[in-house]
């Protein structure tokens, strides 16, 4: 591997760490300095807005700052990230998210894993994340479609932070977070056995997401943008003709 590919693989694996350390410890800390849940949970948004926007604008310039699967996975799809990174980058992002746990729990001087979190079993929170997961895709690739990438930073801690409220989950949107906080028990926690259905609606989300936004932002046909999913087959498939190509030339012109 080249050295970028070291610095980019050591980004992913060291900001995913840190995320799901600073989403843990904010939850260590809310519930010692307050027993009201609602407190607790601003003082976990807040942290966890605030260390987005740090790794992402950090990291961005080295690996793309996912620190999520699901996030690599888009961009593997449209073709801008490689086969080989995607199948580099996606365990370490399990492994940090890993590490950042018990790193969290060695500071507050807790056992380093418990594994009798929270149940997060219902359809209701099964959805949430379906949810979550849809509108993070549609913040980051709207916000690359609107010219305006250097929000990202910002755009996602936002998202994240609204996520945090308004959905019944709480927004994880992301399945190495989503292992990550199973080796937990305390705020921030979720049951090993609620981690299969978090991670089903995360996948749900990025089916039903990623088309959306290729056919919302990348001008591609309804078609063109589901095969967006399968980059083996979509790479094979001539290009749609774009909407603005579509147009009579006067029209054209006009624009």
Same mark, same amino acid.
């Given at each position: 591997?080249?050295?970028?590919?070291?610095?980019?693989?050591?980004?992913?694996?060291?900001?995913?760490?840190?995320?799901?350390?600073?989403?843990?410890?904010? *939850?260590?800390?809310? $519930?010692?300095?307050?027993?009201?849940? %609602?407190?607790?949970?601003? *003082?976990? !948004?807040?942290?966890?807005?605030?260390?987005? @926007?740090?790794?992402?604008?950090? /990291?961005?310039?080295?690996?793309?700052?996912?620190?999520?699967?699901?996030?690599?996975?888009?961009? @593997?799809?449209?073709?801008?990230?490689?086969?080989?990174?995607?199948?580099?980058?996606?365990?370490?992002? @399990?492994?940090?998210?890993?590490?950042?746990?018990?790193?969290?729990?060695?500071?507050?001087?807790?056992?380093?894993? $418990? /594994?009798?979190?929270?149940?997060?079993?219902?359809?209701? $929170?099964?959805?949430?994340?379906?949810?979550?997961?849809?509108?993070?895709?549609?913040?980051?690739?709207?916000?690359? *479609?609107?010219?305006?990438?250097?929000?990202?930073?910002?755009?996602?801690?936002?998202?994240? !932070?609204?996520?945090?409220?308004? !959905?019944?989950?709480?927004?994880? %949107?992301?399945?190495?977070?989503?292992?990550?906080?199973? =080796? !937990?028990?305390? =705020?921030?926690?979720?049951?090993?056995?609620?981690?299969?259905?978090?991670?089903?609606?995360?996948?749900?989300?990025?089916?039903?997401?990623?088309? =959306?936004? $290729?056919?919302?932002?990348?001008?591609?046909?309804?078609?063109? %943008?589901?095969?967006?999913? @399968?980059?083996?087959? %979509?790479?094979?498939?001539?290009?749609?003709?774009?909407?603005?190509?579509?147009?009579?030339?006067?029209?054209?012109?006009?624009?």
């Amino acid at each position: 591997m080249s050295a970028d590919v070291h610095r980019a693989a050591v980004a992913e694996l060291v900001g995913t760490a840190i995320l799901v350390t600073t989403i843990i410890g904010s *939850g260590i800390q809310g $519930e010692t300095l307050s027993q009201d849940p %609602a407190v607790a949970l601003l *003082g976990n !948004t807040l942290a966890t807005w605030g260390i987005l @926007f740090v790794l992402i604008t950090i /990291f961005g310039p080295v690996s793309g700052a996912h620190f999520n699967p699901v996030v690599s996975y888009v961009f @593997f799809c449209r073709g801008e990230l490689r086969l080989n990174d995607l199948i580099i980058y996606i365990p370490l992002q @399990f492994c940090g998210a890993i590490i950042g746990a018990i790193m969290a729990h060695a500071m507050f001087e807790l056992s380093l894993a $418990e /594994f009798d979190g929270k149940d997060r079993d219902s359809l209701g $929170e099964w959805l949430g994340e379906v949810i979550a997961t849809i509108g993070l895709l549609m913040t980051i690739l709207g916000s690359i *479609g609107a010219n305006a990438k250097g929000t990202i930073p910002m755009a996602v801690g936002l998202y994240i !932070t609204a996520g945090y409220w308004f !959905t019944s989950s709480t927004s994880f %949107a992301n399945p190495a977070v989503t292992v990550g906080r199973s =080796f !937990t028990n305390t =705020f921030a926690a979720i049951n090993p056995s609620s981690i299969l259905p978090y991670i089903a609606g995360q996948i749900v989300g990025l089916i039903v997401g990623l088309p =959306f936004c $290729e056919w919302m932002w990348n001008d591609k046909s309804f078609i063109a %943008a589901t095969l967006t999913l @399968f980059p083996p087959v %979509a790479r094979s498939v001539p290009e749609t003709r774009s909407r603005q190509e579509n147009l009579p030339v006067d029209q054209v012109n006009s624009r």
